[in-house]
């Protein structure tokens, strides 16, 4: 089973779709248990990631999504998704996330557009079979005004330039997160899912 994290975030529909397309049958869940029951999880995420982590403690989620990660298990999480897997944001004050990667998100600095909306490059810092087929310093999506600061740099595995050189992929054993949103990014997007889907489930599609 491919587990959809529902916790309320806006863009459950297109991660699903996206899923859909590559051939397989995505569960849109809120059940804690579905979670520990899946071969592979996706963790979307629109708004903010202190209203994200009250929405995951209120449904039972957030300490199966710490055992899932401390498990190894398959774990993909795009944008807030990623931001959450932090110690703890920026935004809206301060707010406890999972602390998964030890870290804060931080606001993106002053004097630029933000939000961060549009497409970007992504510098591949390590080869993982989740970049598999996709060319370095490709185009993804992105729409944040916070950015993930991770203390451990060796968890970066992808960065990407607006004001500064930000975190955009972090890859640790099988949790793999994404600041740009894989769904809305066209054929690169859903290679990376493809790929992610198939180191989950074995072959494939």
Known sequence: MI???DYGAGNLGSVANAVAKLGYEPNVTNRPDDLLNAAAIILPGVGAAGHAMDSLERLGMADVIRRLIHEKRPLFAVCVGLQILLS??????WHRCLDAIPGTVRRLPQGLKIPH???NQVRQRVRHPVFEGVPDQANFYFVHSYYADPDDTLAV???TDYGLSMCSVIIRDNLVATQFHPEKSGNWGLRMYHNFLKMSLGGGN
């Open 157 to 159: 595995a992808g960065t």
């Open 3 to 5: 587990a959809v994290v």
């Open 117 to 119: 909306v549009g497409w």
């Open 88 to 93: 703890s944001t920026e935004e809206g004050g």
